[in-house]
């Protein structure tokens, strides 16, 4: 059995066929789970028997060793980014997970740097895919170049990439890293004679500071990298607590339509006699936490997210439920209500559609709305 280790440490394409003395099937076993192709006992070999199991051995090696390229592709495809030839999604994580382990015994620091390709929907849509698939080659070639051998680069999907920094002594290094990325993406890239001038934006997260696991470091890189794409071009930003404070913020925020958080106020705009001239519609985000912020501070967010749009049309809505409830009442036709809409409504295709959809609705004239925008339209 010895004789069959040895043989495969010389060669693991040799056929081996194991020839015994010993009449025993469970021998015979033994050496197949070893690496054996067959076995022969001495009592019964003859030319005959002898030639069908050197066939059938090299026939059984060669499906082995096909078996086992396949299987090294098979693991190559799950381990690597078939077009940029680095670390796919999943098998940096577990990489990462096992360098963090390996980093809380030795008490090391590891940084994240999360890199997203600036404008790359724009290079695919202008140049074609055949382009942004070259443009997304050349950019892990020269991660890879900005890493040391103990480092790792991986590619999250789409045009977002990862690298691992291992055993950092400070903010520092992940820093220097940074801005030697940045560099390197102010030279341009020349594809079919086009030349392409792109940039990326970085966003670095910090164990055991920023995070104590992989998900959690992959989040917070992921936040900063965002901070850094409202920069200007070829960035990075370093995680800190109030970037997550404002992303928890703008989470909250995008979903308060949904949750019915929001609320209108009412205020009266007098002349100098103190006759009322009109009522001024006021949005309130109406939970504790965020009862005292004005909606200056998060209209912009809500601009920024898109759905200004749907909360503009609910707060038209709710403004002319209440002015027909209070002209049921008093005599109010002639006191309009002012409502603040935002650029992005103006711009809207439905935008003058639906306000005469919700003045019918509720019996209103337009005399009855003032509508003003803060931002003039360019």
């Not at 020269?142 to 045009?159: A, I, M, Q």
């Not at 958080?261 to 936490?289: C, H």
Request: proline residues 2%; positive net charge; charged residues 25%.
């Amino acid at each position: 059995m010895e004789n069959i280790d040895k043989l495969k440490k010389i060669s693991n394409k040799i056929p081996i066929i194991l020839l015994t003395g010993l009449d025993d099937i469970e021998i015979g076993r033994k050496a197949v789970v070893k690496g054996a192709q067959d076995f022969l006992t001495k009592g019964n070999v003859n030319t005959d028997a002898l030639c069908k199991s050197i066939n059938y051995s090299i026939e059984r090696k060669q499906i082995e060793l096909k078996l086992n390229g396949l299987n090294e592709t098979l693991k190559h495809t799950i381990q690597y980014d078939s077009l940029t030839g680095v670390i796919n999604r999943r098998p940096f994580i577990n990489l990462l997970e096992n360098n963090i382990a390996r980093a809380e015994r030795n008490q090391e620091q590891i940084a994240i740097l999360y890199i997203d390709i600036e404008d790359f929907k724009q290079i695919n849509d202008t140049f074609g895919h055949h382009i942004g698939d070259r443009v997304l080659q050349i950019t892990a070639q020269r991660l890879k170049e900005c890493s040391r051998k103990s480092d790792f680069v991986g590619r999250l999907g789409g045009d977002e990439f990862i690298i691992c920094l291992n055993n950092i002594k400070s903010i520092t290094d992940a820093a220097k890293v940074a801005h030697k990325i940045n560099n390197l993406f102010t030279n341009p890239i020349i594809l079919d004679g086009v030349i392409i001038n792109i940039g990326v934006s970085i966003g670095i997260a910090i164990y055991p500071n920023d995070g104590d696991n992989a998900s959690i470091l992959l989040n917070n890189s992921d936040i900063a990298m965002y901070k850094s794409k409202k920069m200007r071009k070829n960035s990075f930003h370093i995680f800190n607590t109030q970037l997550k404070i404002e992303q928890e913020y703008k989470y909250q925020l995008s979903n308060a339509l949904s949750r019915n958080e929001y609320k209108v106020n009412y205020q009266g705009i007098f002349n100098k006699k103190m006759q009322l001239v009109f009522i001024e519609a006021l949005l309130k985000w109406d939970i504790p936490k965020y009862r005292n912020k004005s909606s200056m501070d998060f209209i912009p967010i809500l601009e920024e997210n898109k759905s200004i749009i749907k909360v503009g049309k609910w707060i038209l809505t709710e403004v002319s439920r209440d002015l027909k409830y209070l002209s049921d009442k008093i005599d109010s036709n002639n006191i309009p209500v002012s409502i603040n809409l935002s650029q992005q409504q103006i711009e809207d295709k439905d935008f003058l559609k639906n306000i005469n959809n919700i003045l019918e609705k509720y019996n209103l004239s337009p005399n009855n709305l003032i509508i003003y925008f803060t931002r003039l339209i360019s």
